[in-house]
């Protein structure tokens, strides 16, 4: 009772911080046992790490209706548990974040979780990182709220969720903690570090517990670099997987657009989107099995080099198309996996190429796999330091940080003069929640109108008779809008104040309530400012 009245004390809050951990580690671990229990039971695989190779052996029929079957389930699913019929992901865990004081929509989450599960086990082309992420959220606002923490103790908490969560999903502690900071809480406060990293160290040690200390991926070839000069062609690598990174978010964003169109013109039910996208997805992966499911088998052939160079671009073309069907089909899942995935792809392509050009100056072709993956890994998630850390400790291998951090940098340099930042901000970004620019630009839409104004019963209100006129000659505001409506208002007819009203429903004359002061609009913003940047500095 006192610790929801007064909230935790810094011991409390560490100690709340690593139960979060050990809670969002066995979601991450449940999640990923669930998927497999799925594609072993629907497609009868022994062993979902040879998936596709399993797959390629199945009836062509079992591999076109089981995703149209997953998919139908996962739509009616969204249908009955969420809104808008859209699966959360991580957007929807940085929007949180930014917007609402640290917590996420819960039954929509779990719903999404659910969903995803769904959508992997039958053969989604997506990532299971994405959801796991929001379900640690889940289990972060549900804390938040038993103990009404307020906006800094919930969004740390968010933090050690993430970071647990993305630990328990790869084995890999210090990519997931800077991975919250990073993507997540967007800075680097040094009052968050500290229970963070101990909810990290919680979520990968259950992994561990379960899947021992190994490595996701094994490298072929000894990884040696010709230093000096071969980093040029790392360079040019970077710069190739940042326009792939483009091509593959534009690509899902484009295959959104237009399932939502086509929806619209045909009259689909929301629920059979998800279907539709399935089928089209069932009749790829009878020629072309490797788009199933997470695809770490194919990953894990183009870091061992056994995949020959025209296998690597059509492998390419394809997990780019069937990921942006999955997604734009809101089937659910993530993006990360399938980055991971095509990122290899292309680095081994570039290294084939780059070898047999200059095969006296060139090391192993499997190290720009390598490479590649961070690259277009990091322009995607937009998070060049925890991406290239989550590399290294996929694959156990410190010895290439150089190459792989030369690509990074070139690869997000330049995707994030061409999308917003990164997949998940773009996202975010089309949903009109302009999160890239920074708090600058997003604090003004946490404001409603209605709590910043003075009422007409207020000592210091406006004149009645001036607000009433500028009312007839359509100067106004509503008090639900946002302080970003209205301060355009201020900056084009150059008043002091202007009328607040409850507009009615129909043709009915709005109700006045109050006005709004711009200098009163500025000092509340002022003061989001302030409080900001003592977050993010302390």
């Given amino acids: 009772m006192v610790l929801r009245q007064k909230g935790p004390t810094q011991v409390q809050f560490w100690l709340i911080a690593l139960l979060i951990g050990i809670a969002a580690g066995f979601a991450a671990l449940l999640f990923r046992k669930g998927i497999s229990w799925l594609q072993e039971t629907l497609y009868g695989v022994e062993d979902v790490r040879l998936m596709h190779s399993f797959a390629e052996s199945l009836p062509w029929y079992l591999i076109l209706l089981i995703p149209v079957a997953g998919g139908l389930v996962v739509g009616l699913l969204l249908h009955w548990f969420t809104p808008d019929g859209r699966v959360r992901s991580v957007a929807d865990v940085i929007e949180g974040a930014a917007l609402a004081d640290g917590r996420v929509e819960q039954k929509a989450g779990l719903a999404s979780a659910l969903a995803s599960?769904?959508?992997?086990?039958?053969?989604?082309?997506?990532?299971?990182?994405?959801?796991?992420?929001?379900?640690?959220?889940?289990?972060?606002?549900?804390?938040?709220?038993?103990?009404?923490?307020?906006?800094?103790?919930?969004?740390?908490?968010?933090?050690?969720?993430?970071?647990?969560?993305?630990?328990?999903?790869?084995?890999?502690?210090?990519?997931?903690?800077?991975?919250?900071?990073?993507?997540?809480?967007?800075?680097?406060?040094?009052?968050?570090?500290?229970?963070?990293?101990?909810?990290?160290?919680?979520?990968?040690?259950?992994?561990?517990?379960?899947?021992?200390?190994?490595?996701?991926?094994?490298?072929?070839?000894?990884?040696?670099?010709?230093?000096?000069?071969?980093?040029?062609?790392?360079?040019?690598?970077?710069?190739?997987?940042?326009?792939?990174?483009?091509?593959?978010?534009?690509?899902?964003?484009?295959?959104?657009?237009?399932?939502?169109?086509?929806?619209?013109?045909?009259?689909?039910?929301?629920?059979?989107?998800?279907?539709?996208?399935?089928?089209?997805?069932?009749?790829?992966?009878?020629?072309?099995?490797?788009?199933?499911?997470?695809?770490?088998?194919?990953?894990?052939?183009?870091?061992?080099?056994?995949?020959?160079?025209?296998?690597?671009?059509?492998?390419?073309?394809?997990?780019?198309?069937?990921?942006?069907?999955t997604i734009g089909g809101r089937m659910g899942g993530g993006v990360f996996s399938p980055s991971l995935m095509i990122g290899a792809l292309t680095g081994l392509a570039f290294g084939i190429v780059a070898t047999s050009i200059f095969p006296d100056q060139s090391g192993e072709g499997t190290l720009y796999a390598l490479a590649g993956m961070g690259a277009v890994a990091a322009a995607v998630l937009g998070a060049p330091i925890s991406t290239t850390l989550i590399v290294f400790e996929l694959t156990g291998d410190w010895q290439t940080g150089l190459a792989v951090m030369v690509a990074v940098s070139m690869s997000t340099a330049l995707s994030t003069r061409l999308v917003h930042r990164s997949f998940f901000l773009t996202q975010l970004e089309r949903r009109n929640i302009h999160l890239a620019a920074g708090p600058q630009a997003y604090l003004l839409a946490m404001f409603r109108v209605g709590k910043v104004m003075r009422p007409m019963d207020q000592e210091n209100a406006a004149p009645q008779e001036q607000l009433l006129t500028l009312i007839e000659q359509g100067i106004f505001t509503d008090t639900n809008a946002t302080l970003e409506r209205a301060l355009p208002i201020f900056e084009r007819t150059g008043l002091d104040f202007i009328p607040v009203v409850q507009l009615a429903p129909g043709d009915g004359p709005p109700a006045l309530e109050g006005a709004l002061f711009h200098v009163d609009a500025l000092k509340a913003y002022n003061r989001a400012l302030a409080a900001t940047a003592a977050e993010e500095h302390s």
């Fill in 117 to 325: 599960m769904i959508t992997l086990g039958s053969g989604g082309s997506s990532g299971r990182e994405g959801p796991v992420v929001h379900l640690a959220a889940v289990i972060s606002s549900r804390v938040s709220d038993w103990i009404k923490a307020d906006g800094i103790t919930a969004r740390d908490l968010l933090g050690c969720a993430v970071a647990a969560a993305v630990s328990a999903s790869f084995n890999a502690p210090i990519a997931g903690a800077l991975f919250a900071l990073e993507v997540v809480l967007r800075h680097f406060a040094v009052h968050a570090f500290a229970p963070i990293v101990i909810a990290s160290a919680a979520g990968t040690v259950i992994n561990r517990l379960e899947f021992g200390g190994v490595t996701e991926f094994t490298l072929g070839g000894d990884g040696a670099l010709q230093f000096y000069v071969e980093l040029p062609a790392f360079l040019i690598l970077g710069l190739l997987c940042g326009l792939v990174a483009v091509a593959f978010m534009r690509a899902t964003f484009w295959a959104e657009d237009v399932a939502t169109a086509a929806q619209r013109a045909t009259g689909l039910p929301r629920w059979l989107r998800p279907a539709v996208a399935g089928l089209i997805l069932g009749a790829i992966a009878i020629p072309f099995p490797h788009i199933i499911g997470v695809g770490y088998e194919t990953t894990s052939a183009a870091l061992t080099g056994e995949l020959l160079l025209h296998e690597a671009i059509i492998f390419t073309v394809l997990k780019v198309a069937a990921a942006a069907i």
